[in-house]
């Protein structure tokens, strides 16, 4: 079975089972967050696809909007993030409405984080190879990069090294990824997440 197609099927096979099993969890998390933020629990925001196309990510809100901050770079102890946002990042509950965005095909269970417009869309030269497949959950950048909101409260200039430093060093081990890419690494990198 050709690889896109194997990878595919397994994204569509776990994500209905996903769904199935973790809709209750995702209806509470959505009734917690919209109490805690005082609107509707789920965040969408449009992200960069395959081929560049664009789309809508769903996950439960964390954080309460603020006039004053309007960076797309989150960092730790960013005051936008409510407590119960922190548990939710925490313990991943906000990433489970991807699950929807996994089994329309939107994107994948493992692959390169979808970002928003003005990072992998403008990719030139070999580095578009990112833009041949669909965006995952997680993957060895996500993986690698866990604690990026850390790192990024600790810079000087948190914009400026996602940029210069993070951005490159994710765009390199997604091309790594897609080069030699295995259903079995798949599966391992889905473990280390639920895992770690």
Do not use: C
């Not at 197609?5 to 397994?10: L, P, S, V, W």
């Not at 809709?23 to 992200?47: E, K």
């Amino acid at each position: 079975m050709p690889q896109a197609i194997q990878k595919r099927a397994f994204d569509v096979v776990v994500s209905a089972v996903g769904l199935t099993l973790s809709g209750w969890l995702i209806l509470l998390a959505w009734v917690a967050a919209s109490l805690d933020t005082r609107s509707n629990g789920f965040f969408t925001q449009r992200r960069v696809g395959k081929d560049g196309r664009l789309f809508t990510v769903v996950k439960i809100k964390t954080m309460r909007p603020s006039r004053e901050l309007t960076t797309t770079v989150t960092r730790s102890g960013d005051p936008r993030i409510t407590p119960l946002g922190r548990f939710f990042r925490r313990t991943k509950i906000d990433e489970l409405p991807q699950l929807w965005n996994v089994l329309v095909g939107d994107m994948s269970f493992v692959g390169p984080r979808p970002d928003v417009p003005g990072f992998a869309d403008t990719l030139e030269g070999e580095e578009r190879l990112l833009l041949t497949i669909r965006p995952g959950i997680t993957g060895p950048a996500t993986l690698k990069y866990r604690d990026e909101e850390a790192m990024l409260a600790a810079a000087d200039d948190p914009e400026a090294y996602n940029r210069e430093v993070i951005w490159p060093d994710k765009v390199r081990l997604n091309l790594d990824y897609i080069r030699d890419w295995r259903l079995t690494d798949d599966l391992r990198y889905i473990w280390r997440t639920v895992v770690g």
